[in-house]
């Protein structure tokens, strides 16, 4: 196993499980979002303001292409990172792929007051969560070689879930489902 990538919408939980993992393996640890505000210097909002959704993404694939290129990480990627098909490759190629599902009420309970969001910076949060959902899922699901559910679950215990599961399945192109 090169590298444990951690995927799926805003409010999974990918950050906080991907640190706890990372120190588990005793793994470097990076959130791919936070790599490109510091090698920027700008934040991701404003990434979006002045470049648009179509600069921020290939920033990001760039990142991703970067960070996955050696192994021992555990990486946390945006929620959008999996809408380029040369990303969904890059990331499924380079490293064990789970994708942390989170229900749409989830991830607006969790979301709700958060104003680094770009894409929420809207009148109707959860509707956009939903649509999101809708459009990504698909494309999660496609990507991940695992896919754990992270409802009523602890950061810790689903850090705990992704190493046994990792130690069990490896890499294979298979997507088991563990609840």
Do not use: C
């Not at 805003?10 to 990372?22: H, S």
């Not at 210097?41 to 920033?59: K, M, N, T, V, W």
């Not at 679950?153 to 490896?170: K, V, Y």
């Amino acid at each position: 196993m090169r590298n444990i990538i951690l995927i799926g919408p805003m409010g999974a939980g990918k950050t906080t499980i991907g640190r706890l993992l990372a120190n588990k393996l005793g793994w470097q640890f990076h959130d791919s979002d936070r790599e490109i505000e510091k090698r920027t210097g700008a934040s991701i909002p404003l990434i979006f303001d002045i470049e648009g959704e179509s600069g921020f993404r290939q920033r990001e694939h760039d990142m991703l292409a970067d960070l996955t290129a050696g192994s021992g990480i555990v990486l946390a990627t945006g929620g959008g990172a999996v809408l380029r098909p040369d990303n969904r490759e890059l990331l499924h190629e380079n490293g064990l792929v789970v994708y942390l599902f989170t229900s749409v009420e989830r991830q607006f309970e969790r979301t709700q007051h958060d104003t680094q969001r770009p894409l929420l910076q809207t009148g109707d949060r959860r509707a956009t969560l939903e649509r999101l959902m809708a459009e990504r899922d698909p494309l999660y699901r496609e990507t991940a070689h695992l896919i754990l559910e992270t409802g009523g679950q602890t950061p810790r215990t689903m850090a705990d879930r992704i190493l046994a599961a990792s130690r069990e399945t490896g890499t294979g192109s298979d997507a088991p489902t563990a609840r």
